[in-house]
Nanobody, 115 residues
């Protein structure tokens, strides 16, 4: 079992920055890919960025060049640096981890970008 706690959301003006953090606990040695998803009101949850255990990264087209995903030295933490934020980035952001094909989710952290 893996538990994820995500944090770092808040209210920011357009053009501002936020850094999200996610800490994993439990059977963390089994974690491979970690990432961030988001869900805006009335919309489906969508992928924002993922990073594999080997360090490969993938981003949604809408955030390329603005967001950066990284993992901590112990690989039990994942971060999302969000720059040049836009109102359309407003959503609840969820940390995700894949462990032996099982999906684990954080509780979500609200990001609100005002225009």
């Amino acid at each position: 079992q893996v538990q994820l706690v995500d944090s770092g959301g808040g209210l920011v003006q357009a053009g501002g920055s936020l850094r999200l953090s996610c800490a994993a606990s439990g059977t963390t040695s089994s974690i491979n890919t970690m990432g961030w998803y988001r869900q805006a009101p009335g919309k489906q949850r969508e992928l924002v960025a993922v990073i594999t255990g080997g360090g490969s990264r993938n981003y949604a087209d809408s955030v390329k060049g603005r967001f950066t995903i990284s993992r901590g030295n112990t690989k039990n933490t994942v971060y999302l640096q969000m720059n040049s934020l836009k109102p359309e980035d407003t959503a609840v952001y969820y940390c995700h981890a894949d462990s032996w094909g099982n999906d684990y989710w954080g509780q979500g952290t609200q990001v609100t970008v005002s225009s």
